[in-house]
T-cell receptor, first 114, second 117 residues
Framework: AQKVTQAQTEISVVEKEDVTLDCVYETRDTTYYLFWYKQPPSGELVFLIR??????QNEISGRYSWNFQKSTSSFNFTITASQVVDSAVYFC???????????FGKGTRLSVIA | GAVVSQHPSWVICKSGTSVKIECRSL??????MFWYRQFPKQSLMLMAT?????????EQGVEKDKFLINHASLTLSTLTVTSAHPEDSSFYIC?????????????FGDGTRLSIL
């Protein structure tokens, strides 16, 4: 069975602070895919990143970075120098191989205060 | 631009009404689409997997007679909430699987906010 755990329900930071959103996953598949999505108040899901299970290289995209560690089954997301526009709910998700759906964590609500 | 179009984006209707939500893949063929439901301040929960030309597969606890899914073409899946009641009020999001999508194999619609009075 697949499971995604985002232990942080809500995080509040002051603008320009760095913040890390945690994600721990469970799966029995050896091939799987990990994702992060942003959901602003308007509701649409904004794709941020996808990671394959066989690629543990960390990734940086502007102020965003991701740390994938298979040894701890974690796929954490860091926002550097946070901005008010980063305020949203962030979902970590997992998909096994094959024609399977995404399974989402419960999400972390991030509030960045000016 | 959007590659999955979901319509309508917002519906308010009376209890007992049936509501149809459409999900279209705009520039790719989707043999598989997924329907999710999201209650306020909660996560997205998979309701069903819709396969073109065959019956949908429903998750445990989702009533198939209440949430009718039709995937009659490679670019369109519909979800009909039959005889909707206030407890069906939620945010419904569809997703289409893009077989050629390397970086992003699953695209999401912008969602439908359903409010039953």
């Amino acid at each position: 069975a697949q499971k995604v755990t985002q232990a942080q329900t809500e995080i509040s930071v002051v603008e320009k602070e760095d913040v890390t959103l945690d994600c721990v996953y469970e799966t029995r598949d050896t091939t799987y895919y990990l994702f992060w999505y942003k959901q602003p108040p308007s509701g649409e899901l904004v794709f941020l990143i996808r990671r394959n299970s066989f690629d543990e290289q960390n990734e940086i995209s502007g102020r965003y970075s991701w740390n994938f560690q298979k040894s701890t089954s974690s796929f954490n997301f860091t926002i550097t120098a946070s901005q008010v526009v980063d305020s949203a709910v962030y979902f970590c998700a997992l998909r096994n191989s094959g024609n399977t759906p995404l399974v989402f964590g419960k999400g972390t609500r991030l509030s960045v205060i000016a | 631009g959007a590659v999955v179009s979901q319509h309508p984006s917002w519906v308010i209707c009376k209890s007992g009404t049936s509501v149809k939500i459409e999900c279209r893949s705009l520039d790719f063929q989707a043999t598989t689409m997924f329907w999710y439901r999201q209650f306020p301040k909660q996560s997205l929960m998979l309701m069903a997997t819709s396969n073109e030309g065959s019956k949908a597969t429903y998750e445990q606890g989702v009533e198939k007679d209440k949430f009718l899914i039709n995937h009659a073409s490679l670019t369109l899946s519909t979800l009909t909430v039959t005889s909707a009641h206030p407890e069906d009020s939620s945010f419904y999001i569809c997703s289409a699987r893009d077989p050629s999508g390397i970086k992003q194999p699953q695209h999401f619609g912008d969602g439908t906010r359903l409010s039953i009075l």
